[in-house]
């Protein structure tokens, strides 16, 4: 399909396949379609899932009450430095599924392994499910009569549920900000059905819009804007914290309560550049009486016509203006709330 | 395969230069470089009077991936950028060697051109890279 590819991983995987910007666009406007078979999905089986689960992650997992409901939690360290992201999938009581970063995975797998002793739990790592996400404002249409059955069911899900049939699993989530589907499906059934998308009219995109995709709707790249030496509340996702309640352990709770107790050091911003010029990662962020930031992902956005960025600054960062060293020189940049796009409208306002 | 017009001259860091009748000479990136490059999206190119060395980075461009430099491989002094480039960076994507040209320079020595690759020595050089 004349695809670029680069090593992701391990995985050969497209940064474009023509065109990285009307592929973005093609998101935004219409509908896209990316091979996301690298993340890793591990199924969590047993009478303990539940208890575990309330364990493991940062976000509490009794949130999930309904089949399908999906949630986006961290999994801690016992600092409160994030391990890895993740979408957790409540498929039975005793059936949950975890899609995880694939350039985590053997540090996931371990850490998962480690900390289910002691709870009646199997870790099942399924590497024979390829994923594939459809995402746009006509995605669903373009999917739903490609699915092999039960496509009432998939009509009529609701954000971030997900429903299985037959052996797939089709999910109403997504990396990029607009409406559509994950499906996770078997290897087998991946081509053909990558196949019937094309010719339905969705645009294969690879790594690259993906990445300005997420940048706009403001949401975090593992590795890039989270990491282990960094918590969820210096990284925008104090909202993923379930604490709620106070008597639920997980790890990594003692060392999150004491940082937001004295109050986080950093805070997680939006950046849009008023120069011309183009924002990186690690480009230095200065903030007037307040310090130095860092941009944790900084790119260009093709929905807004400007460099956009996601970044880490000091907490007592007052204003709407900040200067980022690009290449030598100090440019302007306005702080905003991200998200920047969803849904294919601007968030912020753009003079 | 990336186009290399007759007429040019190229460098092995993929710039191309044309030579002006009027003596001066036009500077872009090749037809291969901007494929490497992927979608541009911010060109930064010289203001006119500055005095550019042989091999001086002259120019930016930056795809969504990453900006690079791009050289000079002659000395001499900038007539020129390509102002417009500003507001419309994809003309360096869909015609590298037209609408997209960087800069224009008079050449401190108007030979220093000939040591430099033709098109049929570049196409060749690009195939052993």
């Not at chain 1, 497209?14 to 996301?36: C, K, L, N, T």
């Not at chain 1, 890793?40 to 009450?65: H, I, M, S, W």
């Not at chain 1, 805070?267 to 010029?277: N, P, Y």
């Not at chain 2, 360096?92 to 401190?108: E, S, T």
């Amino acid at each position: 399909m004349g695809a670029k590819l680069v090593d992701f991983a391990g995985w050969d995987m497209p940064i474009h396949y023509g065109s990285q910007i009307e592929e973005h666009h093609a998101v935004r406007r219409d509908a896209g379609m990316f091979d996301v078979s690298h993340m890793t999905v591990v199924d969590l089986v047993g009478a303990g899932v539940r208890p575990f689960l309330r364990y493991l992650l940062a976000n509490n997992v009794d949130k999930l009450q309904q089949h399908g409901k999906a949630l986006y939690s961290c999994m801690l360290n016992a600092e409160g430095g994030v391990i890895d992201d993740l979408i957790v999938y409540f498929l039975e009581e005793s059936w949950f599924r975890l899609v995880v970063n694939s350039a985590t995975r053997e540090k996931d797998l371990a850490w998962i392994e480690q900390q289910a002793t002691g709870f009646e739990v199997e870790v099942i790592e399924q590497p024979g499910l390829a994923m594939i996400a459809v995402q746009g404002p006509t995605a669903r249409d373009k999917v739903l009569p490609l699915l092999p059955a039960r496509r009432d069911s998939a009509a009529a899900l609701k954000l971030f549920y997900g429903v299985e049939i037959e052996d797939w699993l089709v999910a109403r989530t997504g990396y990029t900000g607009e409406d559509g589907f994950e499906i996770v499906l078997p290897d087998s059934e991946a081509e053909a059905f990558w196949r019937a998308l094309a010719d339905a009219g969705v645009r294969p995109c690879g790594l690259g819009a993906r990445d300005t995709l997420r940048l706009e709707a403001g949401m975090s790249l593992y590795g890039a804007d989270i990491d282990e030496t960094v918590s969820p509340l210096v990284s925008g996702l104090g909202w993923t914290v379930g604490w709620d309640p106070a008597t639920r352990d997980f790890i990594g709770r003692a060392a999150l309560e004491r940082e937001r107790d004295a109050g986080p050091a950093a805070r997680f911003v939006g950046l849009v550049l008023e120069d011309k010029g183009v924002l990186r990662n690690h480009q230095r962020v200065l903030v007037e009486g307040a310090g130095e930031g860092e941009i944790t992902s900084g790119s260009f956005s093709h929905t807004l016509g400007r460099s956009i960025a996601l970044a880490r600054i000091p907490a007592a960062a007052a204003g709407e203006r900040c200067q980022v060293e690009v290449r030598g020189k100090l440019l302007s940049a306005r702080l905003v709330k991200a998200p920047f796009v969803r849904n294919g409208k601007a968030q912020i306002n753009i003079d | 395969m990336s186009k290399t017009p007759d007429d040019l001259k190229y460098s092995k860091s993929h710039e191309w230069l044309r030579s002006n009748a009027d003596g001066t000479v036009t500077l872009g990136i090749t037809d291969h470089a901007q494929d490497q490059l992927g979608d541009l999206v911010y060109v930064e190119v010289p203001e006119a009077g500055r005095e550019l060395a042989a091999q001086e980075a002259c120019a930016v461009v930056e795809s969504v991936k990453a900006a690079s430099d791009v050289y000079t491989p002659i000395a001499g002094t900038v007539i020129e950028g390509n102002e417009t480039l500003a507001d419309t960076p994809e003309a360096v994507n869909n015609d590298a060697y037209g609408a997209g040209w960087l800069l224009r320079l008079k050449p401190a020595d108007s030979a220093a051109l000939d040591g430099l690759m033709n098109a049929g020595d570049y196409q060749a050089f690009l195939e052993s890279e």
